[in-house]
T-cell receptor, first 113, second 113 residues
């Protein structure tokens, strides 16, 4: 059984397009996250939601808009894609407590051409 | 200066060797500490939490020195399957109850036969 799943796994698109990545977790967690891992392998948090409420919003261009329809789902919509958006995007989830282990999805490899 | 710094390596060691990774963090507000493991083109997974008293899990030993803001991971009797990137991670309390995970760049380990 997949704990944290993301779709699609690979996404190749042209500059200027709008795309969405979906994430679902079946762990019963109440907190979900989006991370970006760039070509230098740094993993940086972008957003965090707890029970559908946004609790972390890093300095991310407003072309990126997360949406959490319920606590098991967190989607990421990206408008007007740019070359610099090419990266691997990971979704994660955890219990809402300090130091809780985060479980990551398999990642979505986005390539903008 | 990055908030969490690691030597990216790679560390190339023979099977059976003992290898140590170090990590420093700059924010004294960091509350909890972890080592995650990331295999090539896969998601990060929690390897172990790190406590001031030091903790061991089989061949893996983690240490934390809060005064020096220094974290270490020791792997004894290296196996081929230990080849991966090891991410030093700190949880900095801030927005929300879960805080924010800050990842180091990772240290790449290659264990050779």
């Amino acid at each position: 059984d997949t704990a944290v799943s993301q779709t699609p796994k690979y996404l190749v698109t042209q500059m200027g397009n709008d795309k969405s990545i979906k994430c679902e977790q079946n762990l019963g967690h109440d907190t979900m996250y989006w991370y970006k891992q760039d070509s230098k392998k740094f993993l940086k948090i972008m957003f965090s939601y707890n029970n559908k409420e946004l609790i972390i919003n890093e300095t991310v261009p407003n072309r990126f808009s997360p949406k959490s329809p319920d606590k098991a789902h967190l989607n990421l919509h990206i408008n007007s894609l740019e070359l610099g958006d090419s990266a691997v995007y990971f979704c994660a989830s955890s219990q809402y407590r300090p130091g809780g282990e985060q479980y990551f999805g398999p990642g979505t490899r986005l390539t903008v051409t | 200066r990055k908030e969490v710094e690691q030597d990216p390596g790679p560390f190339n060691v023979p099977e059976g060797a003992t290898v140590a990774f170090n990590c420093t963090y700059s924010n004294s507000a960091s509350q909890s500490f972890f080592w995650y493991r990331q295999d090539c083109r896969k998601e990060p997974k929690l390897l172990m939490s790190v406590y001031s008293s030091g903790n061991e899990d089989g061949r893996f030993t983690a240490q934390l020195n809060r005064a020096s803001q220094y974290i270490s991971l020791l792997i004894r009797d290296s196996k081929l399957s230990d080849s991966a990137t090891y991410l030093c991670v700190v949880n900095r309390l801030g927005s929300g109850n879960t805080g924010k995970l800050i990842f180091g760049q990772g240290t790449t380990l290659q264990v050779k036969p």
